[in-house]
């Protein structure tokens, strides 16, 4: 719970230093005396936007400090556990500290320790929870309306339950997207392939096929050229009947063989021109059998241009060179073969999230009976209520709705808040019929039934109760202190008749000091609340008579 806070330099505010109590504490004052500026300070402290106009005239700085005492299962203790910044000397109290700038500028902290906003508003909420003039304009939200019924049936166990099943069904439906998205992908891969390797085996390119067409093409193309070079070469080596190098390589080595007779220096001579001639005879028979060989056939060689044109498109179309195409082709038979059929695992996959909508529609089943059993409780009590709050002939309904096709994380219902306000009308939902009054009473019976299964502890209520009075204004202050007995209580308010069942009474002055306007707060005693009280049935004169209905109300409320 809240048990001090402290302000500086806010607004109208000089210094305000608040210690508060358990139980319900009331703020009352004049109208403009400055009685919500706490709740804005506090607001500001737990994280809200800052504005420079917030700060007090003349002053650069303003700071707001709140002190919160925690139970040992709060979850506030635990957040601050998990985020480390607990007060290690007194772990079950915290600090929110907000300082703020006349240049619209701020720093929050946790503990003495600087913080995002963002954390302050966090943690905040697991601290207060603040209910002004138009909060209850929440409860026209379905998002809101399905959450009070939840809290009303302590569905958090079964929330918890279904946000994993839910969770589980969307990985469960993308793992089947994404498998499907493969297999698509898997089989136009693999038609791909098949049409390419089909294309290739057509082709049959054998290894090194590429190169040997290459020199054929080359041999076909020039084969008349070849032809001519070839037998001039023969003329040359041995063909020419009267020079040859043949014949003049015979008639050198004759000469050799008589000289070296004549002397032996030439023997060596004569075997070189003997190894030279056989050479040449080799050369001759070589080019003999080449030149025999020669093909000058146009039919062929449009065949192997055919091919070798075939091969060039085939390369350009795999971006590669026409070299690499046969271990291409090769390579492409491979990862044919891999692409293995994997369409039994997607009877798998579909199984799997059979298995988690079952378990999604289960959940939200068991949710369903939850609202619905909890829906006609909080109808009864909140009606009950009502009634009480001058709403005679109201009648409360929470309708509940479900539609399996809209499953969502918070399961497959539909909440309605209907109301009938009138004997003889038709309920309506409260978006449609109800007032600000009769909402601001709705939401003050909610609050109440509600109670003891939220995880906040501090409750403010700022000026919740108007447009209410008389017995209606005694029967909120009568909810207001037994909502007290299940969680802290402020209220800003201006009725006599709710101010009085206070455990705890402040008073909101505003003066004037060296022209400048001071608005000041302070507890009031026994007899300081009996004038307050006095002041709030009167106005401005306090009688006798208003001091005794003063004291009266003091009584009837303790």
Excluded at 512 to 539: F, H, P
């Amino acid at each position: 719970m809240l048990t001090h806070l402290n302000i500086n330099n806010f607004a109208i505010v000089n210094q305000l230093d608040l210690a508060l109590q358990a139980g319900m504490s009331v703020i009352t004052g004049e109208t403009g005396a400055g009685k919500s500026i706490a709740m804005d300070a506090l607001g500001l402290c737990l994280g809200e936007r800052v504005e420079s106009s917030m700060i007090r005239h003349g002053q650069e700085r303003g700071e707001i400090r709140a002190t919160f005492q925690l139970s040992n299962n709060s979850p506030a203790l635990t957040w601050l556990q998990q985020h480390e910044l607990e007060d290690m000397d007194t772990p079950k109290c915290c600090t929110l500290r907000r300082v703020i700038r006349n240049d619209g500028r701020s720093k929050a902290f946790i503990n003495n320790c600087p913080v995002p906003a963002a954390q302050l508003r966090e943690l905040g909420a697991l601290l207060i929870q603040i209910n002004g003039q138009h909060s209850s304009q929440r409860l026209l939200k379905s998002e809101e309306q399905l959450l009070l019924l939840d809290q009303f049936c302590h569905n958090q166990a079964s929330l918890q339950q279904m946000a994993q099943a839910y969770q589980h069904w969307k990985q469960a439906k993308q793992q089947l997207k994404q498998f499907q998205q493969q297999l698509a992908e898997n089989e136009a891969k693999k038609q791909l392939l098949q049409y390419q390797v089909e294309e290739l085996n057509e082709f049959n390119l054998q290894p090194d096929e590429y190169l040997q067409l290459e020199q054929q093409q080359r041999c076909l193309a020039n084969a008349e050229q070849i032809t001519q070079l070839s037998q001039s070469i023969g003329m040359l080596l041995s063909d020419n009947e009267t020079v040859n190098i043949e014949a003049m390589l015979n008639k050198a080595e004759r000469y050799c063989e008589e000289l070296s007779q004549l002397n032996g220096q030439y023997h060596n001579l004569a075997s070189l021109l003997q190894e030279a001639l056989i050479q040449v005879q080799e050369a001759s028979s070589e080019l003999q059998t080449l030149t025999s060989e020669i093909e000058q056939d146009p039919y062929l060689l449009a065949e192997v241009e055919q091919r070798l044109g075939t091969a060039l498109q085939l390369a350009k179309k795999h971006h590669i060179s026409p070299e690499q195409l046969h271990r291409h082709h090769a390579e492409l038979k491979q990862q044919l073969a891999n692409l293995t059929d994997i369409s039994a695992e997607e009877q798998q996959l579909q199984q799997q999230l059979e298995s988690a909508v079952s378990e999604l529609t289960q959940i939200s089943q068991t949710l369903h009976q939850s609202r619905l059993q909890g829906a006609q409780k909080l109808s009864e009590q909140i009606t009950a209520l009502i009634k009480q709050l001058a709403m005679e002939n109201a009648e409360f309904e929470v309708v509940v709705k479900h539609n399996p096709d809209s499953i969502s994380v918070l399961g497959a219902d539909e909440i309605v808040f209907m109301l009938r306000s009138n004997l003889g009308q038709l309920s309506q939902p409260l978006a449609k019929i109800a007032s600000g009054g009769e909402l601001s009473r709705i939401a003050l019976a909610i609050q109440v039934l509600t109670a003891d299964k939220l995880a906040t502890p501090t409750l403010v209520f700022d000026e919740v109760d108007v447009g209410i009075s008389g017995a209606t204004a005694t029967v909120v202050g009568k909810l207001m202190r037994q909502l007290a007995q299940k969680c802290q209580i402020l209220c800003v308010t201006h009725l006599p008749q709710v101010a009085a069942y206070g455990h705890q009474h402040f008073s909101v002055q505003k003066s004037t000091q060296d022209g400048t306007t001071i608005t000041e707060m302070a507890a009031l005693d026994n007899k300081e609340r009996v004038y307050a009280l006095s002041r709030l049935l009167s106005g401005s004169e306090v009688t006798t008579t208003t001091l005794a209905n003063a004291k009266e109300l003091l009584k009837l409320a303790s």
